[in-house]
């Protein structure tokens, strides 16, 4: 009862919340305006506001243009690196590698039974808030069908909106800047796919006509950091292997080496047992340019790394070697040494010394990662074990429902292997 009723009224609560910020939003947006042509004047500062906002908005265009341009979908923003003029929900015209699945080889979403139209979020029902952060709010709806996803957007009450009201007053225009950055994400979640990055399922543009932007992706579980410290090695590994094995798909990505500024746990999210990053509007295509190699110095707080600047004049690997550099210290360093079987911890030590150091590239640290997989596979570190046992991993797992799962330490299960289909008898 008690869980019912809470989250219904969550999902009240929900509704509310967004019908009164539109409300809000509108009504802020008729009074601002009223009031310049009521007087008759408009104020020199108002004037400048404006235009440094103008400004901003541009420089934000600009920002997503050439991610549309390198992927040939130049529709998207017209002439004036505006995105498109309809402001339906409904409407489907941003959805660019959706109209033309073929040519955006490596980086398109293929319309298929994973996609999700806009018009499917009309009977929604909102039941969480899954997270928020300065920019954006992510929620948990549940469709129609009664299949759960994450709608993430523009957080109105969170900090990047309030700054930018603050500098500005202006909701409606700072609606749209902000949203920039969720439309940033959404053109790199469509470029950029793979196992460890979170799936956009589609996305839809806000009624209100304040360019502002929802996207839909596959839900997830925030990463709990305290939860994984006491988790079991393999699984520990597991999140460092896929953290790894994106890092080393961002280095070669369809849209060159990529950079995540904002490299924290909060920006992945945990799907099925894998990390998946879901932040992605702090990502940086560009490798820094330089004229010396003092150009090209990569600051931590406890320790700095130099790197050559090339002949071109960019500092190459930059973005690379930051990413790597910051999977050591804030994943490697509390999830890989800890527990680790002892016969991996060899291995173990010199992944936190290439990385630790910057000694190694994330091929070499992605060979590392894989040569340890195998080998723990392969149960070559379980020393004791006779190999007829450790040539298949048996793995059990009884339940009477999936939704609240507690180890039992008091348990004893044993297991009877019969000859005609070892190791599925218990
Ligand atoms: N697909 C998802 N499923 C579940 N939770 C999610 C999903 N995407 C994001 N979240 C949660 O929502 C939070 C906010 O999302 P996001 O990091 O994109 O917003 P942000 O405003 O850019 O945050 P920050 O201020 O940390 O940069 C995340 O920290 C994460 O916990
Ligand atoms: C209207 O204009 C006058 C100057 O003509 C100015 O003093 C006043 O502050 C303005 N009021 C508003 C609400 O902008
Ligand atoms: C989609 O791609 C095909 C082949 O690449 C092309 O002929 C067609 O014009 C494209 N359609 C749109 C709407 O871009
Ligand atoms: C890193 O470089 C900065 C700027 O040169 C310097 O102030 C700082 O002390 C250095 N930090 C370390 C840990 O060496
Ligand atoms: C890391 O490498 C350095 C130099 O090669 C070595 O002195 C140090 O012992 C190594 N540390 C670990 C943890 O292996
Ligand atoms: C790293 O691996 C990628 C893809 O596997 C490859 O294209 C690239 O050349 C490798 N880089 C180096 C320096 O070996």
Redesign the pocket.
């Known amino acids: 009862m008690s869980t019912m009723g809470s989250s219904l009224c969550a999902a009240a609560l929900l509704a509310f919340l967004v019908f009164s910020l539109r409300l809000f939003v509108n009504s802020c947006h008729f009074r601002v305006h009223k009031g310049i042509f009521t007087n008759g004047t408009i104020e020199d500062g108002f004037v400048m506001e404006r235009n440094r906002l103008v400004h901003e908005l541009n420089e934000r265009r600009k920002e997503i243009l050439p991610f549309l341009i390198s992927s040939?979908?130049k529709?998207l923003l017209d002439e004036s690196g505006h995105f498109g003029q309809h402001q339906s929900f409904e409407s489907n015209h941003l959805d660019i590698s959706l109209?033309?699945e073929?040519?955006v080889s490596s980086g398109s979403i293929r319309m298929n039974k994973d996609h999700i139209g806009c018009d499917q979020l009309v009977d929604m029902k909102a039941v969480d808030i899954l997270g928020s952060g300065y920019t954006k709010i992510v929620l948990k709806v549940v469709l129609s069908e009664g299949q759960s996803v994450a709608l993430k957007t523009v957080y109105d009450q969170g900090t990047d909106m309030g700054r930018c009201l603050e500098d500005f007053k202006d909701p409606l225009g700072c609606h749209e800047l902000v949203s920039f950055k969720l439309k940033k994400e959404i053109v790199l979640l469509q470029r950029l796919q793979h196992p460890n990055i979170i799936k956009l399922r589609g996305h839809c543009e806000d009624s209100v006509g304040a360019g502002g932007i929802t996207a839909i992706l596959e839900q997830g579980f925030p990463l709990q950091m305290i939860q994984l410290l006491q988790s079991p090695w393999e699984e520990r590994f597991r999140v460092c292997l896929g953290l790894v094995r994106l890092l080393h798909y961002l280095s070669h990505s369809p849209l060159g080496s990529v950079a995540l500024l904002d490299f924290q746990p909060r920006q992945f999210v945990m799907v099925s047992g894998e990390l998946k990053l879901t932040d992605l509007d702090d990502a940086s295509v560009t490798e820094p340019a330089c004229q010396t190699d003092q150009d090209c110095i990569l600051q931590f707080p406890l320790r700095n790394f130099s790197l050559p600047c090339s002949a071109q004049g960019v500092c190459e690997g930059l973005n690379e070697m930051r990413n790597l550099y910051n999977a050591y210290r804030y994943f490697f360093t509390y999830l890989l040494p800890h527990q680790a079987p002892p016969a991996l911890r060899h291995l173990v030590d010199h992944i936190m010394n290439s990385t630790g150091e910057l000694k190694g590239d994330v091929n070499d640290t992605l060979e590392a990662f894989e040569d340890m997989l195998h080998l723990y596979k392969s149960g070559l570190h379980l020393d004791n074990m006779p190999p007829s046992i450790i040539r298949g991993r048996l793995l059990a797992s009884f339940q009477s429902g999936f939704s609240h799962l507690v180890t039992d330490g008091n348990s004893e299960v044993y297991l009877k292997k019969t000859k005609a289909s070892p190791g599925t008898t218990v």
């Open positions: 040939g979908v529709r109209e033309n073929s040519d």
